[in-house]
């Protein structure tokens, strides 16, 4: 399956503190996605980085991709209780997505 | 700007019955998909369509899904006969163009099929 995996599964930390949570892939991609999901609603984009980038910031969020080993990362700096959600790394194809299987993160108040 | 709307939000089913869901995308956009996404898990690409082609349906399970998008905008996803294994939240997203490009979602249709 090409589908990415995200690590770890599930991740609890406290408000202020950072969280990273890391997603793999199988095959070469043209770009990457990562998405939010609030419990019991749709996805939320919050950054595309493509296979030519290494690095990318959004607000408290930073994306890296390191295509020679297939992965990527994403780091939210000082968390708040309203990050506590699920991230899903979409890898992209051509003109098609694949979802991970995400991240659930709680921060803790 | 309207975002992705999809109706209705929540539907309880027999098995064996049928079901559709309904689904509209931002205005202008010329990609929609349908996602299935069963709990603990992430979304699942049933079906992509560009303008009113299929671009990528390999995944939809096309003795019971059908889906059909009309005149470009609107689409209607149908499960019939449903099984038990379908209960998932059915997500409908769009995007602007062909190529790498951010979707847009609805807030779902979470199924039940009892």
């Known amino acids: 399956s090409q589908q990415g995996e995200e690590d770890p599964q599930a991740l609890s930390i406290q408000e202020g503190e950072n969280a990273t949570m890391n997603c793999s892939y199988k095959?070469?991609?043209?770009?990457l996605q990562w998405y939010r999901q609030n419990s019991g609603r749709g996805l939320v984009h919050l950054i595309l980085?493509?296979?030519?980038?290494r690095e990318k910031h959004s607000g408290r969020l930073r994306v890296t991709l390191d295509t020679s080993k297939k992965s990527s990362s994403l780091l939210i700096t000082a968390s708040r209780a309203a990050d506590t959600a699920s991230y899903f790394c979409?890898?992209?194809?051509?003109?098609?997505?694949?979802f991970g299987t995400g991240t659930r993160l709680k921060v803790l108040a | 700007e309207a975002g992705v709307a999809q109706s209705p939000r929540y539907k309880i089913i027999e098995k064996r019955q049928s079901v559709a869901f309904w689904c509209n995308p931002i205005?202008?956009?010329?990609?929609l998909y349908w996602y299935q996404q069963i709990l603990g898990q992430g979304p699942k690409l049933l079906i992509q369509?560009?303008?009113?082609?299929?671009?990528?349906d390999s995944q939809l399970p096309k003795d019971r899904f059908s889906a059909e998008r009309l005149k470009g905008v609107d689409s209607t996803l149908k499960i019939q006969p449903a099984k038990l294994e379908d209960s998932a939240v059915y997500l409908c997203?769009?995007?602007?163009?062909?190529?790498?490009?951010?979707?847009?979602f609805g807030p779902g249709t979470r199924l039940t099929v009892l």
């Open positions: 205005s202008g956009h010329a990609t």
């Open positions: 369509f560009q303008n009113n082609g299929v671009v990528d």
């Open positions: 980085i493509r296979s030519n980038e």
């Open positions: 997203a769009s995007s602007l163009g062909q190529g790498p490009d951010t979707q847009y």
């Open positions: 095959t070469s991609i043209n770009n």
């Open positions: 979409a890898t992209g194809y051509g003109r098609k997505y694949i």
